[in-house]
């Protein structure tokens, strides 16, 4: 089993930085693929970001103001979120997949993010 643990949600400003976190715990696949999900009130679940060895992935909406990154040695992963906006609030997920064949999928609890005046 693997643990997913995030921090760094909360109220900010439009224009405003965050910094979310995710630790993964447990017995994790060495090859694998981290990434952050977002679920906004009234909308299905999206990806914001994803990184593995080879690659990052941004959905459109958040790129040039969204950077993933992650620290292999503490097994965690960053979303530094800038110039946020109002629609850029919603519950944002960590996710752990692993890339092999029928590789699982981890979830952290979901951490929330609210942009408003």
């Known amino acids: 089993q693997v643990q997913l643990v995030e921090s760094g949600g909360g109220l900010v400003q439009p224009g405003g930085s965050l910094r979310l976190s995710c630790a993964a715990s447990?017995?994790?696949?060495?090859?694998?693929?981290m990434g952050w999900y977002r679920r906004a009130p009234g909308k299905q679940r999206e990806l914001v970001a994803s990184?593995?060895?080879?690659?990052?992935k941004y959905a459109d909406s958040v790129k040039g103001r969204f950077t993933i990154s992650r620290d292999n040695a503490k097994n965690t992963v960053y979303l530094q979120m800038n110039s946020l906006k109002p629609e850029d609030t919603a519950v944002y997920f960590c996710?752990?997949?692993?890339?092999?064949?029928?590789?699982?999928?981890?979830w952290g609890q979901g951490t929330q993010v609210t942009v408003s005046s």
């Open positions: 990184i593995n060895s080879y690659s990052t």
């Open positions: 447990g017995s994790i696949f060495a090859i694998n693929t």
């Open positions: 996710n752990l997949h692993e890339d092999r064949p029928r590789g699982y999928d981890y």
